[in-house]
Every structure is written in C-alpha cells, then in structure tokens.
C-alpha cells in the first residue's frame, strides 16, 4: 500500500476550501440534488449521503453509488463503515472516480447502523476511528475528514470531544467537522437526534482556540448565511444540512458573501431554467420526473406561486410518464403570480 501521512500529501491535500459546505443526507443530497444545488452556488463543497463500505464493496457495481456529474466538484464522498481496511479499499475508489475528498461519519446515530459499529458509535471507540483515518490516509492521497458529535448519551464535558479529536489528531487528520449537539444511541429517533440534544456551539470555538491548527467546520442548526459569517469569526467553515435542502435559495448568495466570488443566478426562475436541460437529461435516462422535482420543492419558499408550484409538482409530477412539460408548466404558473403580484403592487 502507497506510503502517505499527512506531511507528505501533495499541496492539492489541503486546498480544498470548506468556508461553506452542504451535509450528508441520506436519501436528499443525491447527485440529482447536487447538480441543482450547482446551479445556486459554484463554490459550495458538497457531499454525497453516506455510503457504507458494505454496499460499496460487496455488489459487483459500485459505480451505481459513486457515479456524479463534473458540475458537482469540488464533491466529498462520505463512507459510513469502522473497518480500516475495508474503508482504505473505499477511500481508494473514492479517489479513482475522481472526489476531491473522503469523510468518515462518527455523527450518525441510528440504531440500524449502531450494531455494525457505523456512525456516531465510533466515538466510544477512538482507536478504530485512528486505525480507519490511518488507513484511509495511506490508501489514497485526496483528503480524509471526520464528521462527528461532541459526546455520546449524557457526555456533557467539553473535554470528551476535546480529546477525542487530539487523540485522532495523532493520525494526521487535520478536518473535522463538527455537529455540535450529543448523539443519544438509545431513545431516540434520527430525527429526533438532530433535534432534541442541544446545541453547544461554543465548545467547537473552543476546539479552533485548542487546535489552531487544524481545520474545525461547525454543522447543526444554521439556517442564514448572517449566522454562517458569525460562525466564521470562530471557525475555518460553516456545514449546513436541512435549510440547504428546505430552503435552496439561500444557496444562491453564499458565492459572494462567504468565498467572494460572483454569484451563479439572482433569480429564482434562472436557477431552475438551468436546471431544465439536466432534468430533460435524466428523463431521457429513464428517471421519473418526481424524483428529479423532489429536489427544488423549497426553492420558492415564501414567495408568490410558491405554494401553486408545489402543489402542481406533487399533483402532476408523480405521473409515471410525467414529461418535462410538467415542470415548464410550474414554472409557468409562478412567473404568472409573480407578474399578477407585481401588478397588484404597482396599482397600490
Ligand atoms: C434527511 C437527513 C439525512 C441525513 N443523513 C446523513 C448522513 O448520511 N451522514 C451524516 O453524516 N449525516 C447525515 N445527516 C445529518 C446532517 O449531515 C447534519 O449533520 C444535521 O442535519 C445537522 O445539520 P443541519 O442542522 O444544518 O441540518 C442527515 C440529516 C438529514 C436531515
């Protein structure tokens, strides 16, 4: 296996710019969602749900997991799994079909993964994550990252994450990124975990100011890019997860104001044009126009014809052989409230 730690990884090992990133959903941030999230913002690293190192190497097709569009760089491929050697083969995958970086998920804490020792787990067993970054960092020479919690069930010291990560440190992992909440492994659902344990932001600024070193991207209930810059005066990046998904459109400004560059679109209407001739694309490829449009629900959120928009996508779009047409026509519906409100406020 190819000798590399983290002092001799080529220059491109850390040049990847985490100021603002899209989390890992399972089932939601599909390569269908990621090119539409491309078509909002050009510098956004995305990642892709976790796949475990189970599914990718035991089917003889692992392509059908990793495959994604060149739009979608710079892309990260989560792994979900806690043997070195079988996340080292991934890791190696990852690398040949082109991601720009690998995670480990220690932050998952569903049950279903638990007895696999998958997910937020992990950090009730330190040496195996060290054992898995070890491997993962000689298998490959893209970037390897962490993702994970602050503690596990009633954990409540700062100190148990502090150490974790210095202790995981020692492999040359130099990203970790940081959901800030517990993770309770029996009780609760998910959902309920990405909900009810609170949130201590203030123990992952801790973490910048104990390990100036190494990069510390923070993740759990952001939800404007106000508080993503406010992050940003205590970390090196911002991970954003449900509101990326909900409500795509604060997407669209996160090229200016957080990497300073120029925007992709300043209107709702354009992101979605540009993203028409991918869906016409995928259709053609046989997919159902519902599980493209599942993706850009949210994309009107709060505005005229949002609702209309929703309501003739759900209505029309589940068809088996829904057409394109479904979405121009949606489309169409809102350009004509946006026009009927935009009369109404001029005759006022
Ligand atoms: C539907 C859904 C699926 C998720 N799947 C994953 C996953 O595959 N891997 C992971 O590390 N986290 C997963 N998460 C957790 C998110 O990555 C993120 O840590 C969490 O939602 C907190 O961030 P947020 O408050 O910005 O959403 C998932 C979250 C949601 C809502």
Redesign the pocket.
């Known amino acids: 296996m190819q000798e590399n730690t983290k002092n001799t990884k080529p220059a491109s090992q850390n040049s990847l710019n985490r100021r603002f990133s899209i ?7 599909t390569s269908d969602y990621r090119v539409f999230a491309r078509a909002l913002t050009k510098e956004t690293l995305l ?4 796949v475990t190192t189970g599914a990718l190497l035991k089917g003889d097709n692992p392509e059908r997991f990793l495959r994604f569009e060149d739009v979608e760089h710079p892309i990260a491929l ?1 792994l ?1 799994g806690s043997d070195a050697k079988a996340l080292a083969q991934c890791a190696k995958l990852a690398e040949s079909f082109g991601y720009d970086e690998v ?1 480990l ?4 804490p569903s049950d279903k993964v638990q007895h696999s020792l998958i ?1 937020a787990i992990l950090m009730a067993h330190p040496e195996k994550v060290k054992d898995a970054m070890k491997a993962m960092q000689d298998a490959c020479s893209i970037p390897v990252t962490l ?1 994970h919690r602050i503690g596990l069930d009633d954990q409540q010291e700062y100190s148990i994450v502090r150490d974790f990560i210095g202790d995981v440190a020692t492999t040359g992992t130099n990203t970790f ?1 940081v ?1 800030a ?1 517990n993770a309770i492994l029996a009780g609760l659902s ?2 309920q975990n ?1 909900e009810v344990p609170p949130l201590k932001y203030d123990y992952v600024y801790r973490l910048k100011q104990d390990f100036p070193d190494l990069e510390i991207i923070i ?5 404007t890019l106000d508080e993503c810059e406010q992050h940003l005066n205590h970390v090196d990046g911002v ?7 909900n409500n795509p459109w604060i997407l669209s400004q996160v090229d200016s104001r957080l990497f300073d560059q120029t925007d992709q679109v300043t209107d709702r209407i354009q992101a979605l044009l540009n993203f028409v001739p991918f869906v016409e694309q995928r259709l053609n490829n046989g997919e159902r126009l519902s599980h493209l449009t599942r993706h850009i629900m949210g994309i009107f959120l709060g505005q005229p014809g949002g609702k209309q928009f929703r309501r003739y996508l759900s209505e029309q779009g589940h068809k088996k052989d829904a057409s394109i047409d479904v979405l121009k026509q949606a489309i169409d519906l809102v350009i004509e409230q946006l026009t009927r409100a935009k009369e109404i406020k001029n005759e006022q």
Do not use: F, S
């Open positions: 989390a890992p959903m399972l089932d939601w941030t990642y892709t749900e976790m989560q979900g995670n998920n220690a932050g998952c997910g993702k990124i959901h909440r998910p959902k990405r993740n759990g209930g952001i939800k991970m954003v997860g449900r509101e990326a998904y």
